[in-house]
């Protein structure tokens, strides 16, 4: 056994509601399928999965705690994180004439899209550096638990993602006629999500 299965459904559940969670991912998500479908979508949600597991090791192999030792490393994680984020919001609202049905003139959030949101937000490091430790289990062997566990997170994750962009794009059509207050509204949460990582405080 490589970790005590007693913590896997909490955790499983745990990260769950983390995916479901308001944020830049799930608002990227949201936003890419309700303008070119969940299909189209999936780079933006590989991505983000690749920014976890990358954060995850940073985090877990102790480098997570210097950095966030680092007050300069800190404050610069946080001033970057909010302007790449209220960036995204600022080219959703410039691209909100954008049609559901026109690919064409449509913001597209690509890999490196989600890759950044995930790597830069530090909310997601403090995540993992005060997170996982609490399901690690020193009967076990340390390296195994995080493979596993970080695999359990990204799978979540991804499944959430997908299913909140199967849903995204089965209503689209019936919001065509709100697309443009939609992408506005999409591209004004991202800007409101860049000023609250301004607030994101070091763990004490």
């Known amino acids: 056994m490589l970790l005590n299965i007693?913590?896997?459904?909490?955790?499983?559940i745990t990260c769950l509601f983390s995916a479901m969670s308001p944020g830049p991912g799930m608002v990227a998500v949201i936003s890419s399928s309700l303008n070119i479908g969940a299909?189209?979508?999936v780079p933006l949600m590989l991505g983000?999965?690749?920014?976890?597991?990358?954060?995850?090791?940073?985090?877990?192999?102790?480098?997570?705690?210097v950095l966030l030792s680092d007050e300069t490393y800190f404050a610069f994680l946080v001033?970057?994180?909010?302007?790449?984020?209220?960036?995204?919001?600022l080219k959703s609202i410039y691209h909100y004439k954008a049609?559901?049905?026109?690919n064409k003139t449509t913001r597209k959030f690509n890999y490196f899209d989600g890759l950044t949101i995930s790597t830069t937000s530090p909310k997601t490091l403090i995540f993992f550096t005060a997170f996982f430790p609490a399901f690690i289990d020193k009967s076990y062997d340390y390296v195994d638990q995080i493979i596993v566990l970080t695999s359990i997170l990204v799978i979540c994750t991804i499944l959430v993602h997908i299913a909140y962009a199967a849903?995204?794009?089965k209503i689209?059509?019936?919001?065509?006629?709100?697309?443009?207050?939609?992408?506005?509204?999409?591209g004004l949460l991202f800007i409101s999500?860049?000023?609250s990582v301004l607030f994101t405080q070091i763990p004490s």
């Not at 007693?6 to 499983?12: D, K």
């Not at 001033?79 to 919001?89: E, K, Q, R």
């Not at 689209?172 to 999409?186: F, G």
């Open 193 to 195: 999500f860049g000023v």
């Open 172 to 186: 689209s059509s019936n919001l065509k006629q709100y697309i443009e207050k939609v992408n506005i509204a999409i």
């Open 99 to 102: 049609s559901v049905f026109n």
């Open 6 to 12: 007693e913590v896997i459904p909490v955790f499983i």
């Open 48 to 65: 983000m999965s690749t920014g976890l597991t990358l954060v995850s090791i940073i985090a877990n192999t102790g480098v997570g705690i």
């Open 167 to 169: 849903f995204v794009e």
């Open 79 to 89: 001033y970057f994180s909010a302007m790449y984020i209220t960036y995204l919001g």
């Open 39 to 41: 299909i189209k979508t």
